[in-house]
């Protein structure tokens, strides 16, 4: 007799466990098998939530997961929907991230409108992670494009949104030294910038970070992202916790900070952001106790030429480097050689001498010309539109 492959596991019973459990009775369940997944995920959306799951856990191990999690889970799937009526007063504090590129500029814009409209720019800040160190007079970047942080300023002037004190770094300095922040006005309706408290920039990280056998990390993977953890992720979170103490001491808060966490991402950039929610519960920055904190992505579903036609019909700027077949905006010294359309380079003269250079000199690359222009002449020279978003 031949022998049988054995059935593939179906929700089934884990739908039958969480509903024996009575966690079934407000909330819709979803339950999604992945067979190289480790443990469970969450995601919560307005009363909806979906668990994600390796096939290795039982029915059993899923209701003790969830049950742990439970008053957070049904905190997170009580949110209003986007669009629903005044939907956005349900939140204390909306962080608006933007990296400068294109799509980040595009959600900008477009949720910058929103918020006008609904009367909250008095709850809003617009964040840009630097990963450069603090630069010296005189001192190019190692990181990022050229004048990156100067375009993403610019690009939140022309929605009525000025930089936090002179530089931008206002609040984020009054964290290092350990200020408290003491009125609303130190950071809403502001731009800000904010980087990791260490020493050096991403690229030392890179030739210092070690594995536990000692032997050098090497660079940054799709599976060891930490320049993302480490570098955006980290410092959004310590930005976004120190505006909500100044939150919850205006509204001698006894609940949770409710955060709005709005990012520029795209269906059509990666398989692994087309399976994000356009809005969903993030438990992975979110405090049981502190603040919870809900992504939207509002151009999730736009097209690269619906962006694109977004930018050039109120004619907006951007880098440069799109002008030379990017993607992207990825950092000169790391964009992926691998990829025609990201292939910038990891042969500047600063990532060939560096210690972190782990690259086969036999890698084709080349040298963008991108951060030789003249940005923010280029960009002033561009006629501000007459509508101020």
Same mark, same amino acid.
């Given at each position: 007799m031949?022998? =049988?492959?054995?059935?593939?596991?179906? @929700?089934?019973p884990y739908l039958r466990a969480l509903a024996d459990a009575g966690l079934r009775e407000s909330l819709h369940w979803n /339950?999604?098998? +992945?067979? =190289? *997944? $480790?443990?469970v995920g969450l995601i919560a959306e307005p009363r909806s939530v979906t668990?994600?799951? !390796?096939?290795?856990?039982?029915? +059993?191990?899923? /209701?003790?997961? /969830?049950?742990?999690?439970?008053?957070l889970i049904r905190q997170a799937a009580s949110a209003?929907? !986007?669009?629903? !009526? &005044? %939907?956005l007063d #349900?939140?204390?504090?909306? /962080?608006?991230?933007?990296?400068? &590129?294109?799509?980040s500029q595009t959600a900008l814009r477009r949720v910058l409108r929103i918020l006008a409209a609904a009367g909250v720019l008095d709850r809003v800040a617009v964040l840009h992670l630097v990963l450069d160190k603090a630069l010296e007079d005189g001192d190019e970047p190692r990181i990022e494009w050229q004048q990156v942080p100067e375009l993403a300023a610019e690009q939140a002037a022309r929605g009525n949104i000025s930089l936090s004190g002179e530089s931008g770094w206002a609040v984020w300095n009054a964290r290092r030294q350990g200020e408290v922040l003491t009125s609303r006005g130190q950071w809403a309706g502001l731009m800000h910038y904010a980087r990791r408290d260490v020493d050096g920039d991403l690229l030392d990280d890179f030739a210092t970070r070690r594995k536990r056998d000692g032997s050098p990390r090497g660079w940054a993977t799709m #599976?060891? *992202?930490?320049?993302?953890?480490? %570098? $955006?992720?980290a410092p959004g979170q310590g930005f976004t916790e120190f505006l909500c103490q100044q939150i919850r001491t205006e509204h001698t808060l006894t =609940?949770?900070?409710?955060?709005?966490?709005?990012?520029?991402?795209?269906? +059509?950039?990666?398989?692994?952001? @087309?399976?994000?929610? !356009?809005?969903?519960?993030h438990f992975g920055v979110s405090a049981e106790a502190s603040r919870h904190v809900w992504e939207w992505l509002p151009i999730h579903q736009l097209t690269t030429q619906q962006v694109w036609a977004d930018i050039r019909e109120p004619g907006v700027p951007y880098h440069p480097a799109y002008d030379e077949d990017l993607s992207r905006l990825f950092?000169? &010294?790391?964009a992926d050689v691998s990829s025609p359309s990201m292939a910038v380079s990891r042969s500047a003269p600063h990532v060939q001498d560096h210690p972190a250079r782990l690259i086969d000199p036999k890698t084709p690359s080349r040298r963008s010309r991108a951060s030789d222009h003249q940005l923010i002449p280029r960009i002033r020279r561009r006629p501000r539109p007459s509508s101020s978003l």
């Amino acid at each position: 007799m031949e022998a =049988r492959t054995p059935a593939a596991p179906t @929700a089934a019973p884990y739908l039958r466990a969480l509903a024996d459990a009575g966690l079934r009775e407000s909330l819709h369940w979803n /339950v999604q098998l +992945q067979a =190289r *997944r $480790k443990a469970v995920g969450l995601i919560a959306e307005p009363r909806s939530v979906t668990t994600v799951i !390796p096939p290795t856990i039982t029915p +059993q191990d899923l /209701v003790a997961a /969830v049950s742990r999690k439970l008053p957070l889970i049904r905190q997170a799937a009580s949110a209003p929907e !986007p669009a629903t !009526p &005044g %939907w956005l007063d #349900w939140y204390d504090l909306i /962080v608006i991230h933007t990296s400068g &590129g294109k799509d980040s500029q595009t959600a900008l814009r477009r949720v910058l409108r929103i918020l006008a409209a609904a009367g909250v720019l008095d709850r809003v800040a617009v964040l840009h992670l630097v990963l450069d160190k603090a630069l010296e007079d005189g001192d190019e970047p190692r990181i990022e494009w050229q004048q990156v942080p100067e375009l993403a300023a610019e690009q939140a002037a022309r929605g009525n949104i000025s930089l936090s004190g002179e530089s931008g770094w206002a609040v984020w300095n009054a964290r290092r030294q350990g200020e408290v922040l003491t009125s609303r006005g130190q950071w809403a309706g502001l731009m800000h910038y904010a980087r990791r408290d260490v020493d050096g920039d991403l690229l030392d990280d890179f030739a210092t970070r070690r594995k536990r056998d000692g032997s050098p990390r090497g660079w940054a993977t799709m #599976w060891t *992202r930490y320049c993302t953890s480490d %570098w $955006k992720t980290a410092p959004g979170q310590g930005f976004t916790e120190f505006l909500c103490q100044q939150i919850r001491t205006e509204h001698t808060l006894t =609940r949770p900070v409710r955060v709005l966490q709005v990012m520029g991402f795209r269906a +059509q950039e990666s398989a692994d952001r @087309a399976a994000r929610r !356009p809005f969903a519960f993030h438990f992975g920055v979110s405090a049981e106790a502190s603040r919870h904190v809900w992504e939207w992505l509002p151009i999730h579903q736009l097209t690269t030429q619906q962006v694109w036609a977004d930018i050039r019909e109120p004619g907006v700027p951007y880098h440069p480097a799109y002008d030379e077949d990017l993607s992207r905006l990825f950092s000169p &010294g790391f964009a992926d050689v691998s990829s025609p359309s990201m292939a910038v380079s990891r042969s500047a003269p600063h990532v060939q001498d560096h210690p972190a250079r782990l690259i086969d000199p036999k890698t084709p690359s080349r040298r963008s010309r991108a951060s030789d222009h003249q940005l923010i002449p280029r960009i002033r020279r561009r006629p501000r539109p007459s509508s101020s978003l």
